[in-house]
């Protein structure tokens, strides 16, 4: 069964940074590209970036309100995607969900990021 | 970045049938945007309905279906449920990235 868990969200002031984790199982993590995805208090979804598999590189792309400021990482010895948060604003504040991007997307239960003073 | 629209509310009685579609700000949807449809409850992890255009995974309920309709990706729903009112979101895919529909929310009164 493939199980994905996000960690690290929390409380944090504007200018600061972050990291998020996505612990994966149930799956060979190193084939799959991982996304991130969040959800703003009201708002709807929006794609933050991806990362693909190191078989194609290790690709990454971001949607532009992060780009330059936001990195997603992986390690897949230890099957985990990280989204590296930096420069954050209070409009970045939201729940942010790890998906395993197959064809079929699989999605974490995601963790809620605060961005305030 | 593109910009992908959906319509914000749609109402549908129990047992009948609605089309939710998904358009973008560069022109037609194609098979080549791979249209993905999600649901989302209050509460609850989205969860993926369609992927492909017209794909379901084994879960997935026979009563949804996607397609492209009129330059648009399109997810149908036939013979709705209680259980089917949720947020819909749907996805394409561009050369930069991946943008997200403002999502549909659907009741079924």
């Known amino acids: 069964e493939v199980q994905l868990v996000e960690s690290g969200g929390g409380l944090v002031q504007p200018g600061r940074s972050l990291r998020l984790s996505c612990t994966a199982s149930?799956?060979?993590?190193?084939?799959?590209?991982m996304s991130w995805v969040r959800q703003a208090p009201g708002k709807g979804l929006e794609w933050v970036g991806f990362?693909?598999?190191?078989?194609?590189?290790?690709?990454?792309k971001y949607a532009a309100s992060v780009k330059g400021r936001f990195i997603i990482s992986r390690d897949d010895s230890k099957s985990i995607a990280y989204l590296q948060m930096n420069s954050l604003k209070t409009e970045d504040t939201a729940v942010y969900y790890c998906?395993?991007?197959?064809?079929?997307?699989?999605w974490g239960q995601g963790t809620l990021v605060a961005v305030s003073s | 970045q593109a910009v992908v629209t959906q319509e914000p509310s749609l109402t549908v009685s129990p047992g009948g049938t609605l089309t939710l579609t998904c358009g973008s700000s560069t022109g037609a949807v194609t098979s080549g945007h791979y249209p993905y449809w999600f649901h989302l409850k209050p509460g609850q992890a989205p969860r993926t309905l369609i992927y492909d255009t017209s794909n379901k995974h084994s879960w997935t309920p026979a009563r949804f279906s996607g397609s492209l309709l009129g330059g648009k990706a399109a997810l149908t729903l036939s013979g709705a449920q209680p259980e089917d009112e949720a947020e819909y979101y749907c996805l394409l895919s561009y050369s930069d990235g991946r943008v997200f529909g403002g999502g549909t929310k659907v009741t079924v009164l």
């Open positions: 998906a395993r991007t197959a064809a079929y997307w699989d």
């Open positions: 149930g799956f060979i993590f190193g084939d799959y590209a």
């Open positions: 990362i693909g598999s190191n078989s194609y590189g290790g690709t990454t």
